[in-house]
């Protein structure tokens, strides 16, 4: 009985791990076939200064929209194209397509225009042809490189190599480099010791707990004050209530970004709300 426990449970292993594999491999095609097809789109979320909410960047966030069935979520399509490697032509995209946004809020607002932050995941970093092709996207649309910044992450650089040699390629066009996340990857403070970013945008998660207690005002107070201290810009990640807000400017936060000040939208609300712009106060 035993014995035949153990075979079913091997035969049930299997067949899950086909079932995962196919539908990767099926997600996969479905991607291929999405980037041809033209199915990707970018929505923004607006960053913002505290106090005041005037908008001072966007984050380029890609949504796929397959035209037989629901949006699927990047958090599930982006570790496949990830592992495909379909990431570098999606990644090659998403750059083209923020940079073309990027330059008509140049050409309209200047020095004013909104920073404009693109995720490149770890695969992107360890692509030496990487930095070309920002370089080369940069200089077509004759944008200010200052106002162009590389969402990174602490997990991609960690270990130093290819990757942290591609970060600093990057900075030398000019570019801004942003840690993604910060706080939650392997070794947050010896990365800054090495790794030559601008930005760092502190986790959702310090956020959240900002009601909480007084050793997590601390640390979101610590992780303001280190960027401060090194010069660079604290972004606060996923700040969703008028309260974490205020907590936030009067912990020293600068920059905030989240549903509190607004959702994710179309490249087209952004230009609205650069034409009209709302004041939260
Ligand atoms: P991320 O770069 O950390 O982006 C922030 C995520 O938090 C976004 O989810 C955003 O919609 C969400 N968010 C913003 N404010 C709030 C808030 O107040 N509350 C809550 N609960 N969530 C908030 P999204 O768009 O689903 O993206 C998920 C992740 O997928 C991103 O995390 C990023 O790692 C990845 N991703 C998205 N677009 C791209 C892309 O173009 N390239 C790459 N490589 N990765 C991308
Ligand atoms: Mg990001
Ligand atoms: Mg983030
Ligand atoms: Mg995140």
Not at 86 to 97: A, H, K, N, P, Q
Not at 233 to 257: D, I, N, P
Request: charged content about 20%.
């Amino acid at each position: 009985a035993a014995k035949r426990a153990g075979a079913n449970r091997y035969t049930e292993h299997t067949a899950e791990m086909d079932s995962t594999a196919q539908h990767d491999a099926d997600l996969a095609a479905a991607l291929r076939r999405g980037l041809d097809m033209g199915e990707f789109r970018l929505v923004y979320q607006p960053i913002v200064e505290l106090p005041g909410g005037r908008i001072t960047g966007v984050e380029a966030l890609v949504r796929w929209h397959p035209p037989d069935g629901p949006p699927v979520s990047p958090a599930e399509f982006i570790p496949v194209a990830e592992q495909t490697g379909l990431i570098l032509d999606l990644g090659l995209w998403v750059i083209e397509t923020a940079c073309a946004d990027a330059a008509r809020w140049q050409h309209r607002h200047g020095a004013g225009a909104p920073r404009v932050n693109i995720n490149v995941s770890a695969r992107q970093l360890l692509d030496p042809d990487l930095p070309d092709q920002v370089a080369s996207t940069i200089a077509r649309y004759r944008l200010d490189p200052d106002k162009i910044t590389l969402e990174i992450t602490e997990t991609a650089v960690f270990g130093g190599g290819a990757a942290l040699n591609t970060v600093h390629d990057l900075r030398d066009l000019g570019v801004g480099v942003a840690l993604d996340d910060f706080g939650t990857g392997q070794s947050s403070l010896t990365l800054l010791r090495t790794c030559p970013v601008t930005t760092l945008k502190v986790d959702k998660s310090f956020i959240d707990e900002l009601n909480g207690t007084a050793e997590q005002e601390a640390i979101a107070t610590s992780l303001s004050t280190i960027a401060a201290t090194l010069g660079l810009r604290a972004v606060a990640e996923g700040v969703e209530t008028q309260a974490q807000a205020s907590r936030l400017e009067a912990l020293g936060y600068r920059y905030a970004q989240g549903y509190f000040f607004a959702k994710p939208g179309p490249a087209a609300l952004i230009d609205a709300a650069l034409e009209a712009p709302v004041v939260i106060d």
